[in-house]
């Protein structure tokens, strides 16, 4: 089955203790990336990657870190968390060939992780 | 100004109700047109996608792009308790764009 895996699922975690939320797919997706969703303000991409080894800043790339030093895991990482950075988010994949969405690629997202930071 | 409008609702419906939800967007580029579908505590799924102006049909659901208006809408027929969730339009220009979302509830 067609599956994007986020762990943790939910997270409560205190300002400044560095946590690293998990995305694995098993659909050998080129591209993958980060979003957050906030209420009122939708879907905001924080990172993308479109290969091993390349990824690159989206629209709230501050706080978070990305790697993708395999093509399926793209793990985020919040250094030092702190409590703007509450939100429920969610790795997306895509076979991708020329960006998000172009020729009724379908893009694939996980199924959330929701993360406090008190 | 965003990018792409989309009133956030909430809107509930009858059953059997047809439902219009609709979005606005200012950049005149974006060619493809996308409708996902958000479940309560589950990760979006495309719904429908459409490329340039025009009607695309699936089921009960129809998917309209409106160019020349920046507008684009989502109609879902015989609307169903099942239908019930937040909706989301999105658009690509390169990269992808999403609205707000639309959180519908279809009442028995």
């Known amino acids: 089955e067609a599956q994007v895996t986020q762990n943790p699922r939910y997270l409560i975690t205190v300002t400044g203790k560095k946590l690293t939320v998990t995305c694995s797919q098993n659909?050998?997706?080129?591209?993958m990336s980060w979003y957050r969703q906030d209420p009122g303000l939708g879907l905001r991409q924080i990172y993308y990657?479109?290969?091993?080894?390349?990824?690159d800043k989206g629209d709230v790339p501050e706080g978070y870190k990305v790697s993708r030093k395999e093509k399926r895991n793209f793990p985020l990482i919040l250094e030092s968390p702190s409590p703007n950075q509450t939100s429920l988010y969610f790795c997306?994949?895509?076979?991708?060939?020329?960006?998000?969405?172009?020729?009724?690629?379908?893009?694939?997202f996980g199924e959330g992780s929701w993360l406090t930071v008190v | 100004q965003k990018e792409v409008e989309q009133d956030p609702g909430p809107l509930s419906v009858p059953e059997g109700a047809i439902v219009s939800l609709n979005c606005t967007y200012s950049?005149?580029?974006?060619?493809?047109f996308m409708w996902y579908r958000q479940y309560s505590r589950k990760g979006p799924e495309l719904l429908m996608y459409?490329?340039?102006?025009g009607n695309k049909e699936d089921g009960r659901f129809t998917a309209q792009v409106d160019k020349s208006s920046k507008y684009i809408s989502l109609f879902i027929r015989d609307s169903q308790p099942s239908d019930s969730a937040t909706y989301l339009c999105?658009?690509?220009?390169?990269?992808?764009?999403f609205g707000q979302g639309t959180e519908l509830s279809v009442k028995p």
């Open positions: 997306a994949s895509s076979p991708g060939l020329g960006g998000w969405g172009l020729s009724g690629n379908t893009i694939y």
């Open positions: 459409t490329y340039s102006s």
């Open positions: 999105a658009m690509n220009e390169g990269k992808l764009i």
């Open positions: 950049n005149s580029a974006f060619q493809y």
């Open positions: 990657s479109m290969n091993v080894e390349v990824t």
């Open positions: 659909m050998n997706h080129e591209y």
